[in-house]
């Protein structure tokens, strides 16, 4: 306990100094997330993880009548996670990061508050065959630039410091009532100093989005964020998850990017392309795009393009659709 006091009171100083936060102002009563989850209760839980679980939460007292996510870290090695997000989410004012709105922090209740998204998860519609059909062309392009602008954020456009996300997924991404992405789950996030280069750290992140130089190495790059968007914008452009095996005539399954890899210089993909969107996509559109998302999966850390390249090639790739 006087370590996690201590956790607190270095995370109270770090955000007074560089943004002027105090986090006791921050801080949600343990009664008041209760009530706004009905106890934490099944009838309010969205999604479940190994560490943690997420509700929805409907607050009527101090923050009055706010539909929030109620994300609850549920053991003690999720501790770090829980601190971890804490330190750099505050931090962050983007129209693209959801929105930090508090924390709870009583007994063995270690609890993120930030805004809700009513179209739930980028993940959710490439799982539901009916949301993803709903989920055109253009939608899909915003939907890549909106998530590409926060990343680069991250990389370039705070201050004092450079955060790698270390997690990019589609399960990452929520889309709000105009499905405008909106990037979450900082637990895994690593702030780095502007003039830090690279870091050393054990791999931590979903494994079917994983960096492989960052997995053998432990070696952590604003790189390695690229690696997992290049995954991201392939599931978007194949209609489907990278953890789903598919199979291509008498072949064997494979995973997304193994498909990606064997298929992009035989057919230019066009044999994984989503049927849903075949017909809707100017083939210079479709060409800028997979493009880019297949440098941003290069095995080799020079090839890959800087989230500031890629928020630019997507912006083209948007630009030639509605051209045309």
């Given at each position: 306990m006087a370590f996690r006091d201590q956790r607190l009171e270095d995370l109270r100083m770090k955000l007074m100094s560089s943004s002027g936060l105090r986090l006791e102002?921050?801080?949600?009563?343990?009664?008041?997330?209760?009530?706004?989850?009905?106890?934490?209760s099944q009838e309010t839980l969205i999604q479940e993880e190994s560490h943690y679980k997420v509700y929805k939460g409907q607050f009527t007292q101090r923050l009055q009548n706010c539909t929030a996510i109620v994300k609850c870290y549920i053991d003690f090695y999720s501790e770090s996670h829980f601190f971890n997000e804490l330190k750099v989410i505050p931090r962050f004012h983007h129209e693209n990061i959801t929105s930090f709105i508090g924390?709870?922090?009583?007994?063995d209740k270690k609890i993120i508050v930030s805004e809700y998204a009513i179209n739930g998860t980028l993940g959710d519609h490439l799982k539901d065959p009916n949301k993803?059909?709903?989920?055109?062309?253009?939608?899909?392009?915003?939907?890549?630039?909106?998530?590409?602008?926060a990343i680069n954020y991250l990389h370039l456009g705070l201050e004092d410091c450079v955060v790698i996300h270390r997690n990019i997924r589609s399960d990452a991404i929520l889309l709000d009532e105009n499905l405008e992405a909106k990037i979450s789950s900082f637990q895994y996030s690593?702030?780095?100093?502007?003039n830090q280069q690279h870091i050393y750290t054990r791999f931590q992140g979903n494994v079917h989005y994983r960096d492989p130089i960052y997995r053998e190495s432990g070696l952590l790059k604003k790189e390695t964020d690229v690696y997992s968007f290049g995954v991201m914008m392939f599931e978007l452009f194949c209609g489907t998850l990278a953890y789903v095996d598919m199979k291509i005539g008498d072949d064997e399954p494979l995973r997304l990017i193994n498909l990606v890899r064997r298929y992009y210089n035989v057919d230019g993909l066009n044999t994984l392309i989503d049927r849903q969107i075949r017909d809707q996509i100017?083939?210079?559109?479709?060409?800028?795009?997979?493009?880019?998302?297949?440098?941003?999966?290069?095995?080799?850390?020079?090839?890959?393009p800087s989230m500031d390249t890629i928020v630019k090639r997507i912006t083209e790739a948007l630009d030639i659709h509605v051209s045309d």
């Open positions: 102002d921050l801080r949600i009563p343990l009664e008041e997330i209760r009530l706004a989850t009905k106890d934490f924390y709870g922090d009583e007994g993803l059909l709903s989920l055109t062309w253009p939608q899909r392009l915003k939907i890549c630039l909106g998530a590409a602008k690593q702030v780095a100093d502007r100017d083939r210079r559109s479709l060409d800028t795009f997979k493009e880019t998302a297949y440098r941003c999966i290069s095995y080799n850390l020079n090839d890959r």
